[in-house]
Nanobody, 124 residues
Framework: QVQLVESGGGLVQAGGSLRLSCAAS????????MGWFRQAPGKEREFVAAIRWSGSSTAYADSVKDRFTISRDNAKNTVYLQMNSLKPEDTAVYYC?????????????????WGQGTQVTVSS
């Protein structure tokens, strides 16, 4: 089993920045691919960003490209999401995810592990 614990959410004004962290513990060899999803009220959960173990490959949703940056510190079993130029439409619960398979992770279907989520609220 893998446990994922997110932190770093909060309330920020539009144009501001936040950095989310997700610490993995347990069988971390199952976290070859890690990523972030978000779910706004009344909407379905959507993919935000993903990164491979090596960090050599990353992927972003079009809505966050050039504003968000995903990174990971394998020594700390932690993945980060640096969010800049935040907009009110970025308001959501952000979830960390981990899986062995890149395509499974990005699809959001059948993902092996999820965190409990952290709230991000962007005020206008």
């Amino acid at each position: 089993q893998v446990q994922l614990v997110e932190s770093g959410g909060g309330l920020v004004q539009a144009g501001g920045s936040l950095r989310l962290s997700c610490a993995a513990s347990g069988r971390t060899f199952n976290t070859a691919v890690m990523g972030w999803f978000r779910q706004a009220p009344g909407k379905e959960r959507e993919f935000v960003a993903a990164i491979r173990w090596s960090g050599s490959s990353t992927a972003y949703a079009d809505s966050v490209k050039d504003r968000f940056t995903i990174s990971r510190d394998n020594a700390k079993n932690t993945v980060y999401l640096q969010m800049n130029s935040l907009k009110p439409e970025d308001t959501a619960v952000y979830y960390c995810a981990a899986d062995q398979n890149w395509f499974v992770l990005i699809s959001g279907t059948g993902v092996g592990y999820w965190g409990q989520g952290t709230q991000v609220t962007v005020s206008s």
